[in-house]
């Protein structure tokens, strides 16, 4: 049987495009020492829910979802620290962002990457958590704010 390369091609490429537009999700953990912390600053404008458990250190889990990236993308995305949380304190606030969500993403043929960020962040009673609105959309991503 003789296989035509341009119906493989057309095939492989239709198969590629499928999953691309499937999208990709992945749920990252992050934890933090808060020493003698009780405010904390969330500086990631996205679908935040806050809970309280019963350790001593915060735990973020961010899950990330890609409409328009498939799981290589994201894959990539992550192990070059887009998703990098970095905390700081100042004045006995810690404060958590995510520097390098603010650059733009674009593909190749000038469409920008759609990805929705939700945080699920557990605090240690007595704790509260300041969430700082960030308006994301006017930079070139889409991430839900609330």
């Known amino acids: 049987?003789?296989?035509?390369?341009?119906?493989?091609?057309?095939?492989?490429?239709?198969?590629?495009?499928?999953?691309?537009?499937?999208g990709t999700e992945k749920t990252l953990v992050k934890s933090f020492r808060l020493d003698n912390i009780s405010q904390i600053n969330l500086g990631i404008g996205s679908d935040v829910e806050v809970k309280q458990w019963n350790e001593p250190h915060l735990r973020?889990?961010?899950?990330?979802k890609l409409d328009n990236g498939n799981e290589y993308l994201l894959k990539s995305l992550i192990a070059n620290g887009r998703y990098n949380l970095k905390g700081t304190v100042e004045n006995g606030?810690?404060?958590?962002?995510?520097?390098?969500?603010?650059?733009?993403?674009?593909?190749?043929?000038?469409?920008?990457?759609?990805?929705?960020?939700s945080l699920e962040v557990?605090?240690?009673?007595?704790?509260?958590?300041?969430?700082?609105?960030l308006a994301y959309e006017s930079i070139g991503n889409d991430l839900e704010s609330h």
Do not use: C, H, R, W
């Open 122 to 133: 557990y605090v240690p009673e007595g704790v509260q958590v300041q969430l700082e609105e």
């Open 60 to 64: 973020i889990l961010m899950t990330i």
């Open 93 to 117: 606030i810690f404060s958590i962002f995510a520097p390098e969500l603010v650059k733009e993403i674009k593909f190749k043929d000038g469409q920008k990457l759609y990805e929705v960020i």
């Open 1 to 22: 049987m003789k296989i035509n390369p341009a119906l493989f091609a057309l095939a492989l490429l239709g198969l590629t495009s499928a999953t691309i537009a499937q």
